[in-house]
């Protein structure tokens, strides 16, 4: 920026200039003219790049606690860098702005948060171009984009879109590859999946999957961490049986609820109601597969005070602890760890015995606190049970005994090496080895659990 002022008799002016100014002072026929030249500094580029909702290419974030985002027209949705507990670390995401919570509504899930310093950069070529300080390129959108970018636009439904070609089309758009998140009027396509985070502060992929199966039903199921390979357990499905009305895509509506759209071009609600429905005027909504696999639409009022928070308006399943079907995987819980719903959520506790396998990941796996032995030295002098109500690993029985008692089913787990636990329930003895998965508290079962472990290490 140029500011001209222009003097006669320039020998007599008085120059003071503030503010951070630097000049350059000429003559000409008599006239003393001034060209003064703003600092650069006092307008960084990517607040000079972005016009309501466009980013330029060439614009330009750098991972700080101070850098600017970029932000939708009303404001409502940041794209940048959020600052992660760890105070090095950045999150490239996308957030709702007006509340204190900054929540994250969209990333990047197969990277790591980027260190200070790195940067995202809208290029003409390659889209989205996130690069760390030495900047080589950590990720980039060029991959899938047909053509080149002319600018980039975040609208108030909190999508990126990258522009472009010839007729100014949409080339990319983050809508299209969603986290763990759908927002209002976002949807999700056969072969697209919602993924949990792996921990409530870990925004790696976990292990809880939204998904179309292929005969057009929509599960909540799970892979296992961190080899990724599938699991056949499902904590949710839609009920569809004809395969020529399957499904291929939802939507979450603008009130809150999520629409199931058919081959046969039908609509039809499958989770929330119109008698449960929030304007979203009032409203900000999200609809997340949470870390715990607890799919949940979530809403937080756009005028907020000391007292807001986000509230669930719905989530499925309503016990993650007992909703599964299949025999594979650990559970909604790690391996050998006890499932107890509050609230709807899962709350997993290793037995006592037994410790994390992690120690900063309660909802992982739990290990004995003894090596389990069937060396020839007798069991009833090593082991003693822990009697626990109301426990089960129903996916874990090697054996059972009928017609049993509680006497017998004590001495057959102790007696024999591979019995980790002994279930003891309606005359029934079912002995369970390791690792016990699927493990939950049923308080309709009416059972008890005989939980072997070292007398040396007694809990």
Not at 282 to 299: H, K, M, P, Q, S
């Amino acid at each position: 920026m140029t500011l001209l002022i222009t003097y006669f008799n320039c020998e007599h002016a008085c120059l003071k200039f503030s503010c951070g100014l630097n000049y350059l002072l000429t003559t000409c026929n008599g006239l003393c003219i001034i060209h003064l030249f703003f600092f650069i500094s006092l307008f960084p580029l990517n607040a000079l790049a972005q016009n309501n909702g466009t980013v330029a290419v060439g614009s330009i974030i750098t991972a700080s606690e101070i850098s600017s985002p970029w932000l939708s027209p009303s404001q409502d949705f940041a794209f940048g860098f959020q600052p992660l507990r760890d105070k090095d670390l950045f999150l490239l995401s996308i957030w709702y702005n007006k509340i204190p919570e900054k929540t994250v509504v969209w990333y990047v899930n197969t990277i790591d948060p980027v260190p200070r310093g790195s940067k995202i950069e809208l290029n003409s070529d390659f889209g989205l171009v996130l690069s760390d300080p030495q900047n080589q390129t950590i990720w980039n959108t060029e991959w899938i984009l047909p053509d080149r970018v002319d600018h980039g636009f975040l609208n108030d439904t909190g999508n990126f879109i990258l522009i472009g070609g010839s007729d100014n089309r949409r080339l990319w758009e983050s809508f299209k590859l969603p986290a763990d998140t759908l927002l209002p009027l976002q949807e999700l396509e056969y072969g697209i999946d919602l993924i949990s985070r792996l921990s409530e502060t870990n925004f790696l992929r976990g292990r809880f999957y939204v998904r179309f199966q292929r005969d057009g039903n929509l599960v909540l199921t799970t892979k296992s961490v961190p080899t990724n390979v599938d699991d056949d357990a499902v904590y949710y499905q839609t009920k569809i049986s004809d395969p020529l009305n399957s499904g291929y895509r939802i939507i979450l509506n603008s009130d809150g609820a999520i629409s199931l759209l058919k081959t046969n071009n039908q609509e039809e609600v499958i989770l929330g109601s119109l008698s449960t429905s929030l304007p979203t005027s009032e409203n900000y909504l999200r609809a997340t597969i949470d870390f715990d696999g607890v799919f949940t639409l979530y809403y937080h009022p756009k005028i907020s005070t000391a007292n807001s928070k986000w509230s669930a308006l719905w989530s499925v399943p309503d016990n993650i602890c007992l909703s599964i079907t299949g025999d594979k995987g650990s559970g909604a819980c790690g391996f050998n760890s006890i499932c107890n719903i509050t609230n709807q959520r899962p709350n997993c506790e290793c037995p006592e015995g037994y410790t994390l396998l992690d120690p900063n990941n309660k909802y992982g796996s739990c290990i004995p606190n003894f090596t389990p032995s069937c060396a020839k030295v007798e069991q009833l002098e090593l082991y003693d049970l822990l009697v626990l109500k109301d426990i089960d690993w129903p996916l874990s029985d090697y054996e059972q005994i009928y017609p049993s008692n509680e006497s017998v089913c004590r001495q057959a787990c102790l007696q024999d090496c591979f019995c980790a636990v002994a279930i003891f329930r309606s005359n029934s003895c079912w002995k369970k080895k390791l690792p016990l998965s699927n493990g939950r508290v049923d308080t309709t079962l009416n059972a008890k659990a005989f939980i072997k472990y070292r007398k040396s290490a007694a809990p």
